[in-house]
Nanobody, 127 residues
């Protein structure tokens, strides 16, 4: 099993920045890809960034490309999400998720394809 713990959420003004962290523990050798999702009240969980746990492959959807940066420090078993130029519509609970190799892809925009989830961290962007 893998445990994921997010931190770094909070309240920020529009245009500001936040860096979220996701610390992984347990059987981290089973992780093939790590992603960040977010979920706003009344909305579906949305994929915002994904990376290959070992390697440099990264994917962003158009909604955050150029503003969000995902990175990993494998020595610390930690993944980060740097969020810049934040907008009120970025307000959501942000979740870290891990997937194993079973599908052969390091990322998937569908939450159902992930095997491990953190508890989430809240991000609020005020206008």
């Amino acid at each position: 099993q893998v445990q994921l713990v997010e931190s770094g959420g909070g309240l920020v003004q529009a245009g500001g920045s936040l860096r979220l962290s996701c610390a992984a523990s347990g059987h981290t050798f089973s992780i093939y890809g790590i992603a960040w999702f977010r979920q706003a009240p009344g909305k579906e969980r949305e994929f915002v960034a994904g990376l290959r746990w070992i390697g440099s492959s990264i994917y962003y959807p158009a909604s955050v490309k150029g503003r969000f940066t995902i990175s990993a420090d494998n020595a610390k078993n930690t993944v980060y999400l740097q969020m810049n130029s934040l907008k009120p519509e970025d307000t959501a609970d942000y979740y870290c998720a891990g997937k194993t190799y079973k599908s052969g892809t390091y990322y998937d925009t569908s939450p159902s394809q992930y095997d491990y989830w953190g508890q989430g961290t809240q991000v609020t962007v005020s206008s």
